[in-house]
């Protein structure tokens, strides 16, 4: 139980796109879901955690117009890069999580190239 | 602020030898400390967590606060063990809410035979 899953795996765009990541838990209830970003070689770096029903909390230096949360219901939340740019190119990981203090799940992440 | 620290990238040992991952951390409040791994290939998954104070696969760990360190350790490592290794911590301090991981740089433990 508890799988995370993350839609694409990969996806490589054109520089002004915008691209949409969509993170899924499969047999559980995910009332809050967080977004990491890992540079190749570096750790996971923390972007934001929705809460189903309600905005996005970013961390801050994460542009919150440039990466666009949703979490609509309590399977899914997606990230939007709007406008890509080749510095935008990383892997962005998902986790779900049944409450903000529970253990959170992973997915198997997603790789952007925007060229 | 909350920091997690690994200092080795890279950890080579024998299969059969003890092993041991530092992690060090700085935080103001109650922490919460958690080691996750990766193998190859595979998605980050939970290891161990402090409050728990499981054994997993071998792999214990103890929150030490007066060092603020929770290195992993197993006393005869194996060639499966052969992964990455993130050290993660959660807590709250200032605006920061409960459930956020801050994420060490991760080390590559390589088990030989």
């Known amino acids: 139980g508890a799988v995370v899953s993350q839609h694409p795996s990969r996806v490589i765009c054109k520089s002004g796109t915008s691209v949409k990541i969509e993170c899924r838990s499969l047999d559980f209830q995910a009332t809050t879901m967080f977004w990491y970003r890992q540079f190749p070689k570096k750790s996971l770096m923390l972007m934001a955690t929705?809460?189903?029903?309600?905005?996005?909390?970013?961390e801050q230096g994460v542009e919150k117009d440039k990466f666009l949360i949703n979490h609509a219901s309590l399977t899914l939340s997606t990230l939007t890069v709007t406008s890509a740019h080749p510095e935008d190119s990383s892997f962005y990981i998902c986790?779900?999580?049944?409450?903000?203090?529970?253990?959170?799940?992973f997915g198997p992440g997603t790789r952007l190239l925007v060229l | 602020a909350q920091r997690v620290t690994q200092p080795e990238k890279l950890l080579s040992v024998f299969k059969g030898a003890p092993v041991e991952l530092k992690c060090n951390y700085s935080y103001s409040g109650s922490p919460e400390l958690f080691w996750y791994v990766q193998y190859s290939r595979q998605r980050l998954q939970l290891l161990l967590r402090h409050i728990s104070r499981e054994s997993i696969k071998g792999f214990t760990a103890d929150l030490n606060k007066g060092e603020t360190s929770f290195h992993l350790k197993k006393p005869f490592a194996q060639e499966e063990d052969s992964a990455m290794y993130y050290c993660a911590l959660s807590g709250r301090a200032g605006g920061t809410s409960y459930g956020k991981l801050t994420f060490g740089q991760g080390t590559i433990l390589t088990v030989h035979p």
């Open positions: 986790s779900a999580s049944k409450g903000a203090q529970e253990t959170q799940y």
């Open positions: 929705s809460n189903e029903g309600s905005k996005a909390t970013y």
